[in-house]
């Protein structure tokens, strides 16, 4: 799932390297319906999950470092609504190249109370990662954006460009 790139040369080049990789590309807006389609068929899907989801727009707040980040909840929906297996990966530097290393979940999608709690999993493993190798990790965004409403006495824990968020509250 991909949003496309204002410019449309940069969108054409980047659009034609992931589908050189023999990859499908879904454009964001309706994706959700496609995705389903793809795992009811018994397709593998790949998703990023460390993004920001405004919560408005299907994202949830989760605890990352300690601090509540949005992410989007659809792998959550999509996974306990359909019953897939979710693996994540992570593609790590070595000394002769890169390699690819996948984690299952703790546990089956469906064995999660709720998306919250599936979406908490799935940051925690994330985490994990993180941490085993801290130096291979840059955000090239703005990774912790947004504050949850009602959550001022945050504002001093989270970089300056964080702003509040108006739609969703989180206790965590």
Known sequence: VARRVKNPVLDNLIANCREGCELS???????VRGLMKLLKNGESVGLLVDQNTKTHQGGIFVNFFDLPVTISKSPATLARRLKADVLLSVCRRT???FRVELKD???QAEKYEDDQQFSQAVMDLMRTYVEETPEQWVWYYNRWNYIP????DLKDKFPYYATMDKHLEFEG
């Open 149 to 152: 409403k009602g959550r001022q």
């Open 25 to 31: 590309l879904l454009n964001e807006k309706g994706a």
């Open 105 to 107: 979940m703790p546990q």
């Open 95 to 97: 000394k002769t190249g």
